[in-house]
């Protein structure tokens, strides 16, 4: 029988505020703490009425019909002037053609290839490190990512200085994204200040690298096996491919996607396992067994089943992208309420995430809630760390693949230690949920091999 779902009003709304103030300062605890009042709950952002989907059922019928349930309002609107039309800002009316040109970058032959370049560059950034130094770990995941990244999108022609132009571009931008979409008066934006101005450079210096890449890419003339290639060729043959404004709007939504994602998904990781030293020894005892001291490559991954889960489990504590929205095009009705155009409705990956009855004793870190044996008969949105429907993360597989070959190829030779009587904390500044501040000290590993030789 169909489930009656159950709506409810948020309580402690403030007078002009209403839950702003709630959603500012403790955001986790505030949307965590809804799951109890029903399945679709109102909440006010001021004075405007929006709604949590509290349900992991009625948030994948949500994300299931993303012509009724789209891509919109305020932040979208704003998040499509600073970041241009690409595929995680467009509206459904674009977003067909657009996916349909773009998902051949990612199909299983490419993300194998695309994982070799993970191996690669995390055997080059482990090479820097040395026994005993302290590291911030989100800093080292991000230069790696933004490294792999770079050479996924640009394999055929990119080269160090062309990486460090992205790396500082990205770091500018990103948290200028932020801030403006966040920002509602688009005035501050015009204002000759030194941010802005920083902002702007680094647009426009990513923009003109990727013309130049456009340029030299169609004189070559040859497919690179990277991303960029397919960008280029996409939908040649029937004459609806991407223009170059579109491509330059893709280069910038992939980079801003995939690198945050990756890197904070990698500090969870360590962050956890450095705090469960039990878990972390049979990462360990995996590692050496199944790799003894080689880089991990893409078949390496189904024999990887400790590292696999450790992954599936920290994405559900700490999913990066933890908070979305979704805005009703047309008038509708959810869990029996009327809905009219317009209303703004939140998805929490985190919410469902955190849900006692789906997942018991749901703040605990523990990977083998993933062995076969005991994964149950998970309700659909149960588990939303890349989201659902036609909107779903694209790079959902590399983002696996690429995360395991890191986990694994660092794990076998490093062990990254927690300083005592730092406080990590879940921060949500830069859009994605990130563990703040997290130092951690290198500790050198001998793989298996080497120790059975000594
Ligand atoms: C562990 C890493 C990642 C996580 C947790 C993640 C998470 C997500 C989530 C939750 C969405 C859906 C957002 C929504 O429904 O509003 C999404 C969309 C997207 N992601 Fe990822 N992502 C990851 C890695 C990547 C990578 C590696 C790439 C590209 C190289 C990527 C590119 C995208 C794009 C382009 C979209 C928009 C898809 C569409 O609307 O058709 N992501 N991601």
């Known amino acids: 029988m169909a489930k009656t779902f159950t709506t409810a009003t948020a309580p402690g709304a403030f007078p002009l505020l209403g839950h702003t103030l709630q959603l500012r300062r403790g955001p986790l605890k505030f949307l965590t703490s809804l799951s109890t009042l029903g399945d679709l709950v109102e909440v006010r952002l001021g004075p405007c009425r929006a709604y949590v989907l509290c349900d992991p059922a009625l948030t994948y019928q949500v994300l299931l019909d993303d012509r009724t349930f789209d891509k919109g309002g305020p932040f979208y609107d704003k998040g499509r002037q600073v970041l241009g039309n690409g595929l995680v800002t467009c509206s459904h009316r674009d977003h067909r053609r657009q996916r349909r040109l773009i998902q051949p970058a990612f199909q299983r032959d490419r993300v194998v290839s695309y994982s070799a370049v993970m191996g690669k560059q995390v055997m080059s950034l482990i090479e820097s490190w040395r026994h005993g130094q302290v590291i911030d770990v989100l800093a080292e995941m991000h230069a790696l990512t933004i490294n792999v990244t770079a050479r996924t999108l640009f394999a055929g022609k990119i080269d160090a200085s062309h990486v460090a132009l992205i790396r500082n571009s990205m770091e500018v931008i990103t948290c200028g994204v932020t801030r403006r979409v966040m920002l509602p008066a688009t005035v501050l934006e015009k204002l000759p200040m030194r941010a802005n101005r920083r902002f702007e450079y680094a647009r426009r210096s990513l923009r003109q690298l990727t013309r130049q890449l456009i340029a030299d890419y ?43 994602t990756m890197a904070t998904t990698l500090s969870w990781v360590w962050h956890l396992l450095g705090s469960h030293p039990k878990i972390q020894t049979e990462l360990h005892t995996e590692v050496d067994t199944v790799l003894n001291g080689r880089t991990a490559d893409h078949a390496d991954i189904a024999r990887l089943g400790v590292t696999g889960r450790v992954i599936t489990e920290s994405l559900r504590l700490w999913p990066p992208g933890w908070l979305f929205t979704r805005t009703t095009r047309s008038e509708t009705e959810l869990a029996g309420r009327p809905l009219p155009a317009g209303t703004t409705l939140f998805f929490s990956p985190y919410l469902l995430h955190h849900r006692a009855d789906l997942y018991p004793d749901p703040d605990r870190f523990d990977p083998d809630r993933w062995l076969p044996e005991n994964v149950g008969p998970l309700s659909r949105g149960a588990m939303l760390p890349f989201g659902a429907g036609a909107r779903k993360c694209i790079g959902d597989m590399l983002g696996i693949a690429e995360a395991s070959i890191a986990l694994a190829t660092i794990a076998s030779r490093w062990q990254l230690d927690p300083i005592s009587g730092v406080d990590v904390r879940p921060t949500t500044g830069r859009a994605v949920l990130a563990p703040r501040p997290l130092h951690m000290r290198l500790q050198q590993r001998q793989p298996l091999r080497e120790q059975r030789r000594a």
């Open 218 to 260: 169609r004189r070559a003339g040859v497919d690179h096996g990277d991303l960029f290639s397919v960008l280029l060729t996409a939908g040649d043959t029937n004459g609806c491919g991407l223009t170059d404004d579109e491509i330059d709007d893709q280069v910038l939504t992939l980079f801003l996607a995939a690198v945050e």
